[in-house]
């Protein structure tokens, strides 16, 4: 079974949407399915009652990292405690923009106090990019800290990577004070990858749509109105949309939980899905403590879809290399953490039951290898 910190595993049902032939993106059908999408992917957002807008892209995660940079202003702070951190950092640079890139340790959170300072300081900051679950090295990052920072500086967007996050976790966009979100769909939303997902706040569209935006592509503002309008500005990848709308309405029916957690509230059972993930995240910090594995990041921090495990006197590559010989694909590091860590990706649709049989095949790998 694929355990990668993305892509992930996909049911079989949800890879059967991908072989139903093409359909036309300008038909009533098309509309169908963007009907379909609409409603659970506001509820995956935490966008039940606003007018905030949701779309959907026809491109990687990374795409949108750029599309979301691209009117909201000039001078960008970046934290940066990870790899797709430093990834969003060098697009903004890229971009050509006025960045002030703010170090966080690997593995903590950002200190609220020091970020205040730097906001008091070094801006007035257009925008802060946040990732919420930095899958390099398995770090979560609670946004609300952050969130009440921001209070003093109502004029920051808050743009946040939930790349491995959404479907996994709750995001509350509006709560949260977001003002874009993003994720691709091959991660926690368990599809094959080639898409990616997102939501925005009111006043990231009012700002973003009065300003320039030197992208036709990724021009945030057309996918937006394109979505809202079902007129997509470019031929998007159906089945993807299809496989989405599916997998959507699987997760807000609860059809990948055990019976007996299965509600008949979508809400319920987005929370019942957080829950399971919740509890696979404390399931391998525990087995990884027993077998002397320290988790890499704070543990405050701990990520509840991914796991980044110090491998201590086990090289990881030989521990991956004997896990995929047993039949289940874990990850190796990534990064500056290759050759120390190992990571788990128990996200997506991933269950407590298959997760326990994981453990047991590396449990075994491990006894090989000592
Ligand atoms: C996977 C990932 C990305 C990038 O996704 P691509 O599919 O490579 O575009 C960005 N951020 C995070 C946190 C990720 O896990």
Known sequence: MLWLPGPTHVRPEILAEFA?????????????????????????????SSESGVGVSTSSATALMEAALLGVGERILCLVGGSFAKRWCNIAKTLGKDVYELPVDEGQVVNDMFLADVLDHEGPFDAITLILNETSNGTYTDPQPIVNVLQAFPDTMLLVDVVSLVAGAPIKLEESCIDFALAGVNKALALPPGASVF??????????????????????????????????????????????????????????????????????NWQARYDVHARMSATVTQWAKKRGFEPFPNSQAISPTVACLKSGAIDPKRLVASALAAGEEIGGGYGPHKASTFRIGHMGDHTEAELTNLLAVLDECCASLV
């Open 199 to 268: 939501a925005c706040s009111e006043a990231y569209v009012d700002r973003v749509r009065q300003a320039q935006r030197k992208s036709w592509y990724l021009d945030p503002i057309r996918m937006l109105d394109g979505h809202r309008e079902r007129k997509t500005p470019t031929t998007p990848t159906i089945p993807h949309y299809r496989a989405l709308a599916r997998q959507l309405e699987d997760i807000s029916a609860g059809v990948n939980l055990p019976a007996d957690q299965r509600r008949d509230n979508a809400a319920d």
């Open 20 to 48: 139903i032939p093409p359909i036309g993106h300008r038909s009533a059908a098309m509309d169908e399915i963007l009907e379909r999408i609409d409603p659970h992917l506001r509820l995956a957002f935490g966008l039940e």
